[in-house]
């Protein structure tokens, strides 16, 4: 199985900051990554697939990058309601897993 | 709109058994393959079981297997998760989710507000 290592786990930050979170798979996935948003107590939300397409509806300040085995997103300027968990999830075979996830906290 | 609605959890005993329900609004179901997803408590997401559009074709996570059965009758709209022999581990909010396809890949573009299921004697 395919497994996925997201850094760092958590992240503090301030509104305004630009903020760079790391996805790695155990083996490569081409461009099969997918990253969600989930706030406490809310369903997930897709935030970019295929690595670095915009899900429509989602600011343009989410931006994914990245191919192979190594995977960014990147929010350029954070905002108030940006402050959430953050999931990458591969795509490229099943099982379809998710990294642990990466807590964005308000410094 | 496209609107998932889960139902079903609740509270079983270890070795019990519970079906989820999804119910699905607002687009050409039987289009579209289906997941379920679980967050236990305080804990990140896991994948948990797909199935096509047709139903002909399911998948599972090796933690589920043989205990879990997903299913889905495209005439009522709604996806289903038969979930058998119960432990405290399987204790989590499970979510549905609507595949998307683009650019040659998959995702979970929807998902339903999920349903907890809680196992504790």
């Known amino acids: 199985d395919i497994q996925m290592t997201q850094s760092p786990s958590s992240l503090s930050a301030s509104v305004g900051d630009r903020v760079t979170i790391t996805c790695r798979a155990s083996?490569?996935?081409?461009?099969?990554l997918n990253w969600y948003q989930q706030k406490p107590g809310k369903a997930p939300k897709l935030l970019i697939y295929?690595?670095?397409s915009l899900q429509s509806g989602v600011p343009s300040r989410f931006s994914g990058s990245g191919s192979g085995t190594d995977f960014t997103l990147t929010i350029s300027s954070l905002q108030p309601e940006d402050f959430a968990t953050y999931y990458c999830q591969q795509s490229y075979r099943i099982p379809r897993a998710f990294g642990q996830g990466t807590k964005l906290e308000i410094k | 709109e496209v609107q998932l609605v889960e139902s079903g959890g609740g509270l079983v005993q270890p070795g019990g058994s519970l079906r989820l329900s999804c119910a699905a609004f607002g687009f050409s179901f039987s289009t579209y393959a289906m997941s379920w997803v679980r967050q236990a408590p305080g804990k990140g997401l896991e994948w948990v079981s797909s199935i096509s559009g047709s139903g002909d074709s399911t998948y599972y996570a090796d933690s589920v297997k043989g205990r879990f059965t997903i299913s889905r009758d495209n005439s009522k709209n709604t996806l289903y998760l038969q979930v058998n022999s119960l432990s405290a581990e399987d204790t989590a909010v499970y979510y549905c989710a609507k595949h998307g396809v683009a650019d040659g890949t998959v995702f979970f573009d929807y998902w339903g507000q999920g349903t907890l299921v809680t196992v504790s004697s």
């Open positions: 083996q490569s996935i081409s461009s099969y």
């Open positions: 295929a690595a670095s």
